[in-house]
């Protein structure tokens, strides 16, 4: 490993090493332990064997960025630098280039989404490519295919069959029952668990009870000319069996290390996540961005200066955008749906910082519906209150999420009980991030902690407003200071250009 671009954690060289050996296998690391460099570190070793020739990599939308921005995603940072590396990144809609035009010496990276994998015109071109190339197939966030009956399920385990080598990640491979296994082994090998059917893994696995519900269809008569029954009989899950059974089989293709066991790892390890944002909020950006001004539910929204068109577009990212006082929507957020889908796969409790109210009212609907218990901290919150929500969190499991206005939640709480800290949006105050980071990283903290921010950003990764926040962030300046103080072109700066 020693031509790896970024030298590697000891867990990673170790886990590179299972990828390169093995055929099929699963890395289940936990959530930022760096899995990434892990599959990258390993497939390159195998194109510098011969072993492959290209890799598709599947994963969810919002990771297509992450993997293949040609300059920030994974493939670029940890790519090796002795291989060539064409990335491919399939976008709906687009008109795919016939594969004989990547015939070449180099390494091959197709990254496509699971919403579209299994698609007519997807699929019969990514078979036509695995034909012709040796590739390696990854599933990252292997968990999105633990619905047997779901499109993406059955196209994975289809197009895995003319992969060379088969490969899943997720540091969640089970986040409801231990049924979760069967689809991601499947891919992998009918043989790890002997049931090529999810029926017969079920019935092997599961305790079903039969349960009697009601009809749906009203005054319907069968076939025979008779009214159908009130109510009819399924067969419903009440609990599992020969667990351990299954846990041997499917032992010896997986891999799992947990942030408590990585003693080379950081205690803070950050992570971002890339969305691409609705129509709606790319109209509104675009106009906000070239003529200060945009139109939602009939009313003018505009921004006459300078630090008020930054908190247009970067309300504008989280899905809304204000005037006088009032918001006014952009149609669902793809940042708020993709930060539930991480809330509800984490085992543990989380910290969610948020920079309005327009926002907390999005995550606090999506809690309420998706059942995920949480306590909300603002500026509406009494301080006589406060000691009391921090013991709540702290003390009882009963709250799975603080949810945390950044000005107000992120300065004086010990929230050590949290692993997890999701930045739905950032405050351009840098006092605000460094207070904010530390409510879960302090004294009594005996966890390493994932930081993770979610940015919005163009259909192909555009980098918006988002990005250049926690740009100067990372400079250690407020974005305020930066915009008065050292930016002659603004017109460069609200293009990422500076």
Wanted: overall charge positive.
């Amino acid at each position: 490993m020693q031509r790896c671009r970024m030298i590697p954690y000891d867990y990673q060289v170790a886990g590179s090493r299972l990828i390169i050996i093995n055929i099929i296998f699963a890395i289940f690391d936990d959530m930022g332990v760096g899995k990434s460099k892990t599959l990258i570190d390993g497939v390159c070793e195998l194109k510098t064997l011969d072993a492959i020739e290209a890799v598709l990599l599947v994963c969810p939308n919002s990771l297509k960025n992450n993997w293949g921005n040609p300059s920030t995603g994974q493939i670029a940072i940890h790519g090796w630098d002795e291989l060539d590396h064409t990335i491919y990144v399939m976008h709906s809609g687009q008109k795919f280039p016939p594969v004989d035009t990547f015939d070449g010496p180099d390494m091959k990276w197709i990254v496509v989404n699971y919403e579209s994998v299994w698609r007519n015109k997807q699929e019969a071109w990514l078979k036509s490519f695995m034909q012709r190339f040796r590739t390696a197939m990854t599933l990252d966030e292997s968990q999105r295919i633990k619905n047997p009956s779901s499109s993406q399920s059955k196209g994975c385990i289809r197009l895995g069959q003319y992969a060379k080598r088969r490969y899943i990640m997720t540091g969640t491979p089970v986040t409801k029952n231990p049924l979760d296994f069967w689809a991601q082994f499947r891919f992998l090998d009918a043989s790890i668990t002997g049931h090529s059917y999810y029926n017969t893994f079920r019935i092997r696995y599961a305790k079903l009870v039969q349960q009697v519900v009601p009809n749906k269809a009203k005054a319907r008569l069968t076939r025979w000319g008779k009214p159908q029954p009130k109510t009819h009989t399924i067969q419903v899950i009440g609990g599992y069996q020969n667990i351990p059974e299954l846990l041997g089989k499917v032992g010896p293709y997986y891999r799992r290390v947990e942030k408590k066991d990585c003693l080379d790892l950081p205690d803070k390890v950050f992570m971002r996540r890339e969305i691409e944002m609705n129509k709606e909020q790319v109209k509104a950006y675009q106009e906000m961005s070239d003529k200060l001004v945009t139109e939602l539910e009939g009313v003018r929204i505009k921004a006459p200066i300078a630090l008020t068109k930054i908190l247009r577009l970067l309300q504008i990212t989280c899905g809304y955008a204000t005037q006088d006082g009032v918001a006014y929507n952009l149609g669902k957020s793809p940042k708020t749906e993709e930060l539930m889908t991480v809330v509800e796969e984490h085992d543990g409790q989380l910290i969610i910082f948020y920079r309005e109210n327009p926002e907390r009212a999005f995550i606090e609907e999506l809690l309420t519906n998706k059942k995920v218990s949480y306590m909300a901290l603002h500026g509406g919150v009494k301080e006589a209150h406060r000691t009391e929500f921090q013991q709540d969190f702290q003390n009882t499991s009963q709250y799975k999420v603080a949810l945390c206005n950044v000005a107000v939640g992120g300065i004086g709480l010990d929230l050590t009980a949290a692993d997890l800290v999701l930045y739905h949006s950032n405050s351009h105050s840098l006092e605000h991030r460094w207070q904010s980071e530390d409510r879960a990283m302090r004294i009594g903290q005996s966890k390493k902690v994932t930081y993770m921010d979610f940015l919005a950003t163009f259909v192909g990764g555009g980098m918006t407003m988002d990005h250049t926040v926690l740009k100067a962030l990372e400079l250690k300046v407020n974005l305020a200071d930066l915009v008065v103080k050292n930016v002659d072109n603004l017109a460069a700066f609200f293009k990422g250009e500076i």
